[in-house]
């Protein structure tokens, strides 16, 4: 028996903690300036050195950009919020119950709120011992999985009592994910009132030099594709969307793809993003809204920008799957 004076302890847990790359508070240039203050200032994302860096980024960056890319937010912004918010809330929702008894789901930002940090230290405070954290990137990437995983060891470097903690490994070549984005593909194909001459999967870009610095993204995608294409039993190409600066990026580019297929003779195309396990402002705006307009304004007759996994029911069931199996010997159901 614990001493009269001893305080409260709550019940052991165990805390499965989804993350993803985070947004700013509201679709306005405040906000979205503050967002990519914090995006832009991490040395995952922007390589160079800070002294180099800063100055451009505090000068004509967050002077200009941040009006532009809040236009774009408003055009996908919903009652709930940040599109991509509002999803990897609905996420951790659908698996509140999902890895049995004594199980926390919760959800945090990279950047932005919730942020890691808070969310860790709440459920270190509500008992859980053992945290499992997801960074849901199916392709791993220094900018994105990397440095969410730094934000979460950085949490843990400034806690006197540390939880346990396991991080998710990225899933591109998964079954349960691959046969995930099958049914998904096929069910929005389904529903369409045209037959895609060709389907696009489009990634996120990076810089080429993380590839050739051994970053394993561009193979990431490329397998992903691969076992995409395999599985539809149809034609299926992949490009990188969302350049940004003058650095040779990733190719061939979205954009440019997409201006060019109607002079291949493809009018019909429907676009899946593979690596984005919600849908948000790179989906909603870069590829439904600019993306489609730039493949009409070159001669294509029909367009669809297929949904993420978001918190349907197939996208859920993936994640249950590749998280159960990371709480293995943890979770009582696992």
């Known amino acids: 028996m614990k001493p009269e004076d001893h305080p409260d302890i709550p019940a052991s ?7 993803n790359l985070g947004t700013p508070d509201a679709p306005e240039a405040g906000a979205v300036r503050r967002y990519l203050a914090e995006f ?3 040395r995952r994302v922007v390589e160079l050195p800070a002294i180099a860096w800063q100055p451009i980024l505090r000068g004509i960056i967050l002077r200009t950009r941040p009006a532009k890319s809040a236009e774009a937010y408003k055009q996908v912004w919903r009652e709930d919020g940040s599109p991509l918010a509002a999803i990897t ?8 119950n999902a890895f049995g008894p004594g199980v926390m789901v919760d959800w945090a930002m990279r950047y932005g709120r919730p942020a890691i940090a808070e969310r860790i230290a709440a459920m270190k405070a509500a008992g859980c011992e ?10 791993y990437c220094a900018a994105t999985t990397a440095t969410a995983n730094d934000a979460a060891f950085a949490a843990l470097a400034a806690m006197r009592w540390q939880p346990a903690l396991r991080t998710l490994p990225p899933y591109h070549d998964d079954p349960a994910y691959i046969d995930a984005l099958k049914q998904s593909v096929e069910a929005s194909l389904a529903v369409l009132d045209f037959e895609p001459d060709t389907i696009l999967a489009s990634f996120h870009g990076m810089p080429q030099r993380t590839l050739e610095l051994g970053d394993p993204y561009h193979c990431h995608c490329q397998k992903t594709a691969r076992l995409l294409r395999d599985a539809l039993g149809r034609d299926l190409e ?14 061939p580019a979205t954009d440019t793809v997409l201006a060019a297929m109607p002079g291949r003779g ?3 195309v429907a676009v899946v993003t593979p690596g984005f396990s919600a849908d948000c402002v790179e989906t909603l705006e870069e590829i439904a809204i600019r993306g489609r307009e730039t493949f009409i304004e070159s001669g294509g007759t029909h367009f669809a920008a297929l949904p993420c996994l978001n918190a349907d029911k197939g996208g859920v069931e993936m994640l249950r799957t590749i998280l159960m199996r990371e709480l293995a010997g943890w979770a009582s159901d696992a």
Not at 13 to 19: A, E, H, N, R, S
Not at 89 to 96: D, F, I, N, S, T
Not at 238 to 251: P, Y
Request: charge should be positive; proline fraction near 4%; hydrophobic fraction near 50%.
């Open 13 to 19: 847990k165990i805390g499965v903690l989804l993350t």
């Open 40 to 42: 832009l200032s991490d």
């Open 89 to 96: 809330r609905a996420q951790a929702l659908a698996l509140k």
């Open 130 to 139: 053992r945290i499992l954290f997801a960074p849901l990137y199916p392709q």
């Open 238 to 251: 992949i490009a990188f969307q969302s350049r940004f600066g003058r650095a040779k990026w990733l190719g």
């Open 266 to 268: 493809i009018r019909k």
